[in-house]
């Protein structure tokens, strides 16, 4: 028989062994994190990502570090923080692309998102609104669709990339006018609104908070916004439904920070309140106003539920467009 004396010797030197389980626990973080970005510096996702960044630093208490790792719509950087230890220390800042649409448009994905992601908390949302050049013959959506369908196969679309939010916008646009219209990649926005400008293409999707600006110096005319509100920055513009197409599909780009699928519930949990901290903040709100975006919150599991609903609605608009990425 164990005397309790004895019995108590272990229990303690148990109570021991665990406390630094169970400090590591309570002390997270307690060294830098990594957030990393798979998207271009300076890209409307990688500023997000840097400000989300900077700010989440002073609620956890340490560094957090945007480590941007573009490529292929966000799957090389997304691969990269799939095989990270799951430990809370390596974040990923996805977007409508890397979440939603690679899983359908690439037909050899190093990631699976619902195995290896679990989505913490939302930042914003951007939305896509269709430009024109000023010189084309056209005022509002409804003259432009008839000018296309006037014109089949003479009017130019620049898209940003096979697969992206603009490009995936496109052909649906495409489809659900029934025009014909000449589709042409380019590296992205800088480089279609200089193509624009020098009226090489005629018009474009962008989720760019440059829409206003642009338009107010007479450089471009932003037409409809694809999506179920307008732009604030853009009061005057109609979505697409107020300008006679009810039955438009929204193509506005969600952004937010995932992890990896393994890292602790608890762990997810502190996130999600911090990171909702930080996009109530008056920092982050401004930088929303700004670009004329909104702020998104959410809880973990509602969050994950709708982005496995937004996966099945963008594997519908990547069929109809017939883009597919090997």
């Known amino acids: 028989m ?17 406390l630094p389980i169970t400090a590591f626990a309570q002390a997270y973080p307690n060294r830098a994190i990594t957030l990393v970005t798979p998207y271009a510096p300076g890209s409307p996702v990688d500023l997000s990502a840097r400000l989300v960044a900077r700010e989440l630093a002073v609620k956890l208490g340490q560094s957090v570090v945007v480590e941007n790792r573009p490529g292929a719509g966000g799957s090389i950087g997304t691969s990269y923080a799939a095989r990270a230890t799951p430990d809370g220390y390596t974040l990923v800042y996805y977007a409508t692309s890397s979440a939603a649409i690679n899983p359908a448009l690439y037909k050899k994905l190093s990631y699976d998102w619902n195995k290896d992601f679990v989505a913490v908390a939302p930042t914003l949302k951007l939305h896509n609104t269709l430009v024109m050049r000023p010189g084309l013959a056209a005022k509002n959506l409804r003259e432009l669709v008839d000018l296309m369908r006037a014109n089949p196969g003479k009017l130019t679309a620049a898209y940003p990339g096979a697969g992206s939010t603009s490009h995936l916008a496109l052909a649906m646009f495409s489809v659900m006018t029934k025009a014909d219209i000449v589709k042409v990649a380019y590296k992205g926005d800088p480089e279609m609104l200089q ?23 007479g450089k471009l005319r932003p037409v409809a916004v694809l999506g179920a509100q ?36 608890a762990i997810v949990k502190q996130l999600n309140e911090a990171i909702t ?13 700004k670009i004329g975006a909104s702020p998104l919150y959410a ?4 969050l994950n539920a709708f982005i496995k609903a937004e996966q099945v609605r963008w594997a519908g608009a990547v069929k109809a467009s017939g883009a597919a990425v090997e």
């Open 2 to 18: 164990i005397k309790i004396p004895s019995l108590l010797r272990m229990v303690a030197r148990i109570l021991v062994l665990l």
């Open 195 to 217: 193509a624009l400008m020098n009226a090489d293409i005629d018009m474009f999707f962008t989720s760019g908070g440059q829409v206003a600006q642009l338009a107010q110096s």
């Open 230 to 265: 307008r732009n604030s920055l853009t009061p005057d513009v109609p979505t697409f439904a107020e300008a006679g197409f009810p039955d438009s599909f929204d193509a506005g780009v969600w952004l937010g920070v995932a992890t990896n699928a393994a890292v602790s519930p």
């Open 277 to 289: 901290a930080v996009t109530r903040g008056p920092a982050f709100l401004e930088y929303v106003r």
């Open 299 to 302: 809880a973990p599991a509602e």
